[in-house]
């Protein structure tokens, strides 16, 4: 009976899904400092939960704070602004980023 319970996995919600609660999961190493993840987010209890690139700014006591923000469309978006959030996957760390190296 026990091992029944530790074997069940609650399925996050993808895009398109509504949101379950007012939460934020952040990853499971913790949030980094400057760095782009993808995540699927909802802005309210009836918006659908949708695919965002999230970029944290500077992250202090474990939380995105400055200069975080959301790109999608033309809105200036920050967590402040979430209902939901979980990050899917991190897509790149900006301080790995040669500024010198011409493309």
């Not at 074997?7 to 499971?28: H, Q, R, S």
């Not at 979430?82 to 990050?87: A, G, I, K, L």
Request: overall charge negative.
């Amino acid at each position: 009976m026990e091992e029944q319970k530790l074997n069940k996995v609650e399925k996050l919600p993808g895009a398109y899904d509504m949101p379950p609660a007012k939460e934020i999961i952040p990853p499971k190493e913790g949030w980094k400092n400057g760095t782009f993840y993808l995540v699927c987010a909802s802005f309210s209890s009836t918006n659908p939960c949708h695919e965002y690139i999230f970029y944290t700014g500077f992250v202090n006591d474990g939380v995105p704070c400055g200069y975080n923000q959301f790109f999608y469309g033309s809105d200036q978006l920050s967590i402040g602004d979430v209902y939901y959030m979980h990050v899917v996957k991190e897509l790149h760390q900006k301080d790995t980023v040669d500024l010198t190296q011409k493309i």
